[in-house]
């Protein structure tokens, strides 16, 4: 049996994006012994993967940071004698681990992160707009290369049904309404729509009595935020602190909708084959990071402002100094947006 280990240690979206293409690839090739190399925390993401698929978890911050640390995992995963190593990353820790698999012997593929295309797509003149390939056809072209071509074929981490409901039912209760998630944050401000606007837009379905709302984040300060919309909006619960990510993923597979920016959440919505209306600013979707099947016309953006996108990331500052890309939403057209098209 060929044995391949599979590198990509962040960020959390980007771990996501990997999930459909390691599942097609287990399936197509069920000789193959498949690997997933990551950060322990997002072991997750690939639980319920084919039973041909397994999960390594690196300690970054720990026992494997800097070079000695990654000299001693690279002597951890000397020992599972892989044939191939797809490195899905391309930073200076898999480069790293790819180079020393190199120098035994083993053939090791890199993705291709097309960034001369993305530097035009988001440079304040002259802008070239054209889609880049999908994060996820660029992972695709790394197994190809490797001699493993594939036709990613996913639908859920959880099959074809949903997650175990047990396990959420006594903090969740009964599902006798719509469900709605909304993740109003991500990582850069040029990502996250202005929270006061966010707010309306949660306040007018927090007032329907047949719809219940899930807040998903993290941190202190989107738990301040939270711990206030909680108290106004009695319909409304805060997940922070209620579940890890594995209970994360069953919840949001009972969703009717996710309502989330161009972040993690996005992705992890899309694992559990949930609709998600995505809210776009700095960033657009013709870089390539739109969630597993979710669908173009499903985005939310300003497409009249010759400015955007102006990052790839969203963590460059406005040059601007507005926003406008986020500020111009108003929430009625999201308002409007859920309940036309999602019936909510």
């Known amino acids: 049996m060929a044995r391949i280990l599979i590198i990509r240690f962040s960020a959390i979206g980007d771990v996501a994006m990997t999930a459909p293409i390691v599942h097609s690839l287990a399936l197509q090739y069920p000789e193959l012994e498949i690997t997933v190399l990551s950060r322990n925390f997002l072991q997750p993401i690939f639980k319920e993967m084919p039973s041909n698929v397994k999960f390594l978890g690196a300690d970054l911050k720990g026992e494997h940071k800097g070079i000695a640390g990654l000299n001693k995992l690279f002597k951890e995963l000397k020992k599972y004698k892989f ?54 056809q660029r992972y695709t072209d790394v197994l190809e290369y490797l001699g493993f071509p594939i036709s990613a074929n996913f639908d859920s981490i959880f099959g074809e049904g949903k997650g175990d409901f047990s396990k959420i039912k006594e903090v969740v209760g009964d599902k006798n309404q719509k469900w709605l998630g909304i993740a109003p944050f991500a990582q850069h401000k040029g990502k996250i729509y202005p929270i006061e606007k966010m707010e309306k837009v949660l306040a007018h379905f927090a007032n329907e009595k047949r719809v219940k709302i899930f807040l998903f984040g993290g941190g202190a300060k ?50 559990v084959n949930v609709p998600v209306l995505s809210i776009w600013g700095a960033t657009h979707p013709y870089a390539g990071f739109l969630g597993w099947k979710q669908l173009p016309t499903n985005t939310i953006q300003i497409e009249d402002l010759p400015c955007r996108p102006c990052s790839v990331y969203g963590q460059k500052e406005c040059y601007r100094k507005d926003y406008a890309c986020l500020n111009r939403i108003e929430p009625q057209v999201i308002i409007d947006r859920i309940e036309r098209d999602f019936s909510l």
Do not use: C
């Open 222 to 271: 989107e738990k301040a935020v939270f711990d206030e919309w909680v108290k106004k909006y009695p319909s409304v619960m805060s997940m922070i602190g209620k579940f890890d990510m594995e209970h994360e993923l069953i919840l949001m597979s009972y969703l009717d909708l996710m309502l989330s920016m161009d972040s993690s959440n996005m992705h992890l919505a899309s694992l």
């Open 83 to 136: 044939d191939y190593v797809a490195d899905f990353h391309n930073v200076l820790r898999s480069k790293y681990l790819g180079l020393r698999f190199k120098l035994e012997g083993v053939p090791v593929a890199t993705v291709f992160k097309g960034r001369a295309g993305k530097r035009k797509l988001v440079r304040r003149n002259n802008k070239v707009f054209v889609r880049q390939k999908s994060l996820f």
